[in-house]
């Protein structure tokens, strides 16, 4: 049976997609993303737990009860997409056993994404930016990964929800708010777009590693700002 690396697990979690869910946290990650609060998931030969992929299905049937109908399982990340057949052999397994499959992704790994989303009830599309600059400048990467796996996931009819980061001076802005909407109007399926406000939750992670924090000084995103995107993003 395949095995792959988990960073951690959420048993009963209920954030990272519809009802409640069982979220693996898969280990690895070739984005370094400025505001990033998980680094110790960037080294896929970090610290982390090997696990079979009926091993590991097994764990998440248990909760089967919990979740019902209504949640699932999420593989996250990391960025699940860097571990494509501990993946696939994972969603393969839970469609066996009739439980709903996400996966929360950026949408930068490698593998046959065709034979991935076949077996994907939702996919949760992390947009760290709508433009190429503004992308490489954020996460050290180019587009071109990200595009070829959404270009996949469309093909595929997949439903979506769109999430992102809400930085201070970064894309705290209505002119980031029309730009991300006016990406995602061009992407079908999309059941909901969700921004999340940046937190510095995972800065002393950084000072552990011997890593540079590069957002040093950027407060958090505050609830009423976060409010006001919120109402311009639905208007």
């Known amino acids: 049976m395949i095995q792959g690396r988990i960073n951690s697990i959420e048993t009963l979690g209920t954030l990272d997609g519809p009802g409640v869910r069982f979220v693996a946290f898969l280990q ?6 400025k505001y990033c609060h998980n680094p110790e998931t960037w080294n896929i030969k970090g610290e982390s737990k090997i696990i079979t992929s009926s091993e590991l299905v097994n764990k998440i049937e248990k909760y089967k009860n919990y979740f019902g109908d209504k949640g699932g399982v999420t593989f996250s990340g990391g960025e699940p997409l860097l571990q494509p057949e501990f993946l696939l052999s994972c969603l393969k397994l839970c469609k066996e056993k009739n439980i709903h499959t996400c996966i929360d992704t950026a ?5 046959d994404y065709d034979e991935i989303l076949k077996y994907t009830d939702l996919v949760i599309l992390d947009i760290k930016a709508v433009n190429e600059d503004e992308y490489t400048e954020l996460t050290g990467q180019p587009m ?3 595009r ?3 270009s996949q996931a469309i093909k595929a009819n997949k439903k979506f929800w769109l999430r ?3 930085v201070p001076t970064i894309n705290d802005d209505k002119k980031h708010i029309d730009l991300l909407k006016s990406f995602a109007s061009n992407i079908p399926n999309v059941e909901k777009i969700e ?4 937190k510095t939750i995972g800065v002393h992670k ?9 957002l040093e000084g950027i407060p958090e995103l505050s609830q009423e700002k976060l409010d006001e995107l919120n109402r311009y993003l639905n208007n």
């Open 144 to 146: 071109t990964f990200f």
């Open 206 to 214: 950084y000072r552990t590693l011997n890593l540079p924090y590069r």
């Open 28 to 33: 690895g990650c070739k984005l370094r993303c």
């Open 164 to 166: 992102q980061v809400i």
């Open 148 to 150: 070829e796996f959404l």
């Open 195 to 198: 921004l999340l406000p940046y």
């Open 107 to 111: 949408g930068v790994g490698f593998g």
